[in-house]
């Protein structure tokens, strides 16, 4: 059962422009959410978190917003760069514990 | 700090054989986690092990298996390789109640 949801497999945008990647999640227990993204053959690289207890968090062109009772949340890119064109994973956990759990990716496009 | 370091990068493998990858994690990081990777699945979560001790552990068969040594670095062990288990297996290592931070992955290939 995947607990965390990418429902868009690709996102293309215009450079400049906002890229918005959404990601759902079930379970009411995980209260740390983080965001990837990934190169072809490269390890994924950490971009930015948030804790439940926050609903906003902003680092450089990057913010991630979270909506608690909806269980959602997303990843606001910009303005979006043609190096930003990658593959983004949201992933959750509960604090208490060390297990992280990851959607299915969403592959993000800038088009120059 | 070096970052994570996986062990070998590309290995290929008939089926039936067993094989072994390697891990090597941010000095530091206890806690070190395995996944694997494949098209249309994300990040399968495999196991993590905290001073040498397996903590959590995903929905695999018994044929995966791991280890952690006392200076952190761990192992996972695949035994009966299937053609499905070709994918790219992902090691991260992190601070606990942290992000994690991951290595280049070997891609493991089964013929």
């Known amino acids: 059962d995947q607990q965390v949801k990418q429902n868009s497999p690709s996102l293309s945008v215009q450079e400049g422009r906002i890229s918005i990647l959404n990601c759902d999640y079930t379970?009411?227990?995980?209260?740390?959410f983080l965001w990837y993204k990934k190169y072809p053959a490269e390890g994924p690289t950490f971009l930015i978190s948030?804790?439940?207890?926050?609903d906003k968090n902003e680092d450089g062109r990057f913010t991630v917003f979270l909506n608690k009772s909806a269980k959602h949340l997303s990843l606001h890119i910009v303005p979006s760069q043609p190096g930003d064109s990658a593959v983004y994973f949201c992933a959750a956990s509960a604090i208490a514990g060390n297990q992280f759990y990851f959607g299915t990716g969403t592959s993000l496009t800038v088009i120059p | 700090k070096a970052g994570v370091t996986q062990t070998p990068r590309y290995l290929i493998k008939t089926r039936g054989q067993q094989v072994t990858l390697s891990c090597s994690p941010i000095?530091?990081?206890?806690?070190v986690s395995w996944y694997q990777q494949t098209p249309g699945q994300g990040l399968q979560f495999l196991f993590e092990?905290?001073?040498?001790?397996?903590?959590n552990k995903g929905n695999f068969p018994g044929r995966f298996s791991g280890r952690q040594f006392s200076n952190s670095r761990s192992e996972m062990n695949v035994s009966t390789l299937e053609l499905g288990d070709s994918a790219l297996y992902l090691c991260a290592s992190s601070l606990v109640g942290h992000e994690q931070y991951f290595g280049p992955g070997t891609r493991l290939t089964v013929t």
């Open positions: 092990y905290f001073s040498e001790t397996q903590r």
């Open positions: 948030i804790s439940s207890i926050k």
């Open positions: 000095s530091g990081h206890r806690s």
């Open positions: 379970n009411s227990m995980f209260d740390y």
